[in-house]
């Protein structure tokens, strides 16, 4: 049998981390927490229920705190997880771990809900390697990831994630660039690096920025790492608020065979088409057909929840949505009627 230990590493976690703890505890053998320097409850909220703490200074270097904490336990697998996460549903299949020998990085669906522009909030869901075989270990300054070729295999467990909301993402974002930065002057054709330091300025409303960073990581990443899907999104996205019009669609077009699974990529270019019509009234007929084409691509797609990145409701309702507003702006109150009732009727059956 194989022992499965819970791994963090907090600092100033007081708000969300017994929600972690808790949700954890009963599914795992021993927990671990690495406190990299508190000034809050945290370690005490830790010990209390029943973790094991250790103390080590913050080295601005995520994946050497990731390692340290490794280090202390023993376990054949080790579930990692951050204090702004919890369990929320197949927990029960961290049980069948045990009788597995660990060679392998178990993928876990990631669900993290952020705010966005229209008050609302979404979902979006990505595969991450968070069950680590004894063996494994990190490699890189920030946003780390296993070091080494491990098979991977998807596990039913499922992780919310809080901590892109917006009052809780604030303090996070001038460590993370600073660190960004640095690992980008450590490996400046790292295309990962270039990628996660494009959405840090995206998320700053710094598009100019993000559009170097994501051009140089499109020219450099391998089509087949599971965040390329992402980095095409946020590049169209990053295209349009720039309204850079022409290469962007460019780039729609010559991605679009390889996306017939993706609603996101077509939710994504129907929002592009549409800006480019309202910027260039003189092409709109043209482009019209197109935008209510691409989001019943969308909805004829579905919501892909396997796809890395992808966020509920682009296949459902959110386009439902869209095609509503899409019709009332063209003056057709019948079918905007039935798409508002069509995204409605989505949105309660989700």
């Known amino acids: 049998m194989n022992a499965l230990a819970l791994v963090m590493i907090v600092r100033d976690e007081a708000r969300c981390l017994q929600r972690c703890l808790q949700s954890a505890r009963e599914w795992v053998d021993e927990i671990c927490v690495l406190d990299t320097g508190s000034v809050d409850d945290s370690p005490a909220i830790a010990a209390r229920l029943g973790a094991r703490v250790a103390h080590a200074p913050w080295r601005d270097d995520f994946s050497a705190a990731r390692n340290t904490a490794l280090d202390m336990t023993r376990a054949g697998w080790r579930l990692v997880l951050d204090a702004d996460e919890w369990i929320g549903g197949g927990a029960d299949s961290l049980a069948g771990l ?21 008050g609302e909030r979404q979902h979006a869901s990505s595969w991450m390697p968070r069950v680590l075989p004894r063996g494994a270990h990190y490699a890189g300054r920030v946003h780390e990831q296993p070091a080494g070729v491990w098979p991977r295999q998807r596990l039913r467990l499922c992780v919310e994630h809080d901590g892109y909301l917006a009052e809780h993402k604030a303090r996070k974002r001038g460590r993370n660039r600073a660190l960004l930065e640095r690992a980008l002057a450590e490996g400046p054709d790292d295309a990962y690096m270039l990628y996660q330091c494009g959405k840090d300025h995206e998320l700053a409303g710094e598009y100019a920025a993000a559009e170097c960073r994501y051009a140089r990581a499109f020219a450099l990443a391998p089509r087949a790492a599971a965040w390329f899907h992402d980095l095409l999104l946020r590049r169209l996205f990053t295209l349009k608020k720039l309204r850079a019009f022409e290469p962007a669609m460019q780039l729609a077009e010559a991605e679009m065979g390889r996306w017939d699974h993706s609603p996101d990529f077509f939710f994504t270019v129907g929002d592009l088409l549409l800006d480019c019509a309202a910027a260039q009234p003189q092409h709109a007929a043209a ?28 296949g459902s ?32 059956d989700a």
């Not at 482009?287 to 989001?295: D, G, K, R, T, V």
């Open 98 to 118: 045990r009788t597995q020998p660990p060679r392998h990085l178990g993928l876990v669906q990631v669900r993290s809900v952020c705010d966005v522009a229209s």
């Open 287 to 314: 482009l019209l057909p197109m935008i209510e084409a691409s989001w019943q691509r969308a909805l004829r797609i579905g919501d892909n929840p396997q796809l890395p990145d992808s966020v509920h409701g682009r």
């Open 317 to 348: 309702f959110l386009a439902a949505h869209n095609l509503g507003v899409f019709f009332d702006s063209l003056g057709d109150a019948a079918q905007a009627r039935f798409w508002r009732e069509r995204s409605a009727q989505m949105r309660a």
